[in-house]
């Protein structure tokens, strides 16, 4: 079983529609939760950084951490066709100082 | 903005080549990263480097190997390039917090290499 487990898609939504996007874990020791956006033929780059349980927000991008639960979200609202990527998720274990990834979900909105 | 340069967007060489990937941060970070990015297996850690001529095991470094002469700059080495090292490689950078993984990390764009 894989410690970061990510649906991996892919995903359509029409522009506008609320996007929600998810990952599962299984490593209690996580603790850093963050949300990568990557277009295609590019780098990820960070989207969301949170690390402690309930929600974050920053513009129309909502990040949601469930620790008890060991679940992770991010829900897009208004979406647009620029949204379009792949999202990973990405956690950080203190006891080993690694980030694990998800393997990403692949989201494209059909303007 | 933090920026991550990869030598090269594509690359191809040849089985048993020697191969060097560069990458170079502009942001005065001291954590830098290599990973590869395969289909189904996301993002894996390779080496990593918290400091000048300082190196550490990822995940999957076998047949891989690193050097960090310079703060701004990481190189990946692919000792004997082997079919099986196809891949995306990305390069990532991050400033020092209070463990290696509590500052995020920024990408490069990545070299997609291929092996023949």
């Known amino acids: 079983q894989k410690e970061v487990e990510q649906d991996p898609g892919p995903l359509s939504v029409p522009e506008g529609a609320i996007v929600s996007l998810n990952c599962t874990y299984s490593n209690s020791a996580f603790q850093y939760f963050m949300w990568y956006r990557q277009y295609s033929r590019k780098g990820p780059e960070l989207l969301m950084y949170t690390y402690s349980s309930g929600n974050k927000e920053d513009g129309r991008f909502t990040a949601q951490v469930d620790k008890s639960s060991k679940y992770i979200s991010l829900f897009i609202r208004d979406s647009q066709p620029s949204d379009s990527a792949t999202y990973l998720c990405?956690?950080?274990?203190?006891?080993?100082?690694?980030?694990?990834f998800g393997t990403g979900t692949r989201l494209t909105i059909i303007p | 903005d933090v920026k991550v340069t990869q030598s090269s967007r594509y690359l191809v060489k040849r089985t048993g080549e020697k191969v060097f990937l560069e990458c170079v941060q502009d942001?005065?970070?001291?954590?830098m990263f290599w990973y590869r990015q395969d289909p189904g297996l996301g993002l894996r850690l390779i080496y990593f480097?918290?400091?000048?001529?300082?190196?550490e095991k990822g995940d999957i470094p076998e047949g891989y190997s690193v050097s960090r002469e310079k703060k701004e700059r990481f190189s990946l080495i692919l000792e004997s390039a082997s079919t099986n090292q196809t891949s995306m490689y990305l390069c990532?950078?991050?400033?020092?917090?209070?463990?290696?993984?509590?500052?995020?990390?920024?990408f490069g764009d990545g070299t997609r290499l291929s092996i023949l």
């Open positions: 480097s918290y400091d000048v001529k300082m190196k």
């Open positions: 990532a950078s991050s400033p020092s917090g209070e463990t290696l993984g509590d500052q995020p990390q920024h």
């Open positions: 942001m005065d970070h001291e954590n």
């Open positions: 990405a956690m950080i274990d203190f006891g080993n100082e690694k980030l694990t």
